[in-house]
């Protein structure tokens, strides 16, 4: 009897460990298989989000208005070792976004994943007090900078990589039952909508 408890024990330890492993490895890659199209892609937030999307284990295309952009891009996250493929994109261009789900199903046979990210300013607040300068990206005024950063709950500015796992998260399985929430990335900074 006491040898049956101790295979028991045994077993029961070594389909925790089987369960474990199996759950890691669909985490380490929680986006395998899948195909991401991420608009403004080759810089900033969007070049963060499509690095993490790839490094979660998706397919992913990347875009910018600019081709040398995209090569720039493509060639970064190639060295990671990470499946990304590019192409020219102005979201504002009926043919260029179709151009752009063209190359996602041409390469991977369909679009899982798509985060649009094309945007135009930097600012946070009013937009009717929005300056000339801060149309012209502004983050050069440094007592502008540090006022904001006085306002925000954790006193820094948003790297781009903030945003990114959050983006992953909402793309994989593991937020398969979270619909219609607004999630603020924004360091504690009161939403305005």
């Not at 330890?13 to 199209?37: C, D, F, G, I, Q």
Request: aromatic share 4%; net charge positive; with cysteine.
């Amino acid at each position: 009897m006491q040898k049956a408890g101790l295979l028991l024990g045994l077993c029961a330890r070594t389909w925790k460990s089987v369960r474990m492993a199996s759950s890691a490895a669909a985490r380490r890659n929680p986006l395998e298989n899948k195909v991401a199209l991420v608009t403004a892609s080759t810089d900033g937030i969007g070049f963060a989000i499509a690095r993490r999307l790839a490094q979660d284990g998706a397919h992913v295309v990347v875009s910018s208005r600019k081709q040398q952009n995209v090569d720039r891009a493509v060639a970064t996250l190639h060295k990671e070792g990470l499946s990304v493929t590019g192409t020219v994109c102005h979201v504002g261009k009926g043919e260029d976004r179709e151009r752009l789900v063209a190359t996602a199903v041409n390469l991977h046979g369909g679009v899982d994943i798509l985060v649009s990210n094309a945007a135009v300013i930097p600012f946070f607040g009013n937009l009717m007090d929005v300056t000339e300068e801060v149309w012209d990206k502004l983050w050069d005024d440094q007592a502008r900078l540090e006022s904001l950063k006085a306002t925000m709950q954790i006193k820094r500015i948003g790297k781009p990589e903030d945003c990114a796992g959050i983006v992953s998260f909402l793309c994989s399985e593991d937020a398969s039952y979270i619909t219609g929430e607004t999630v603020v990335v924004a360091g504690g900074m009161p939403s305005r909508l």
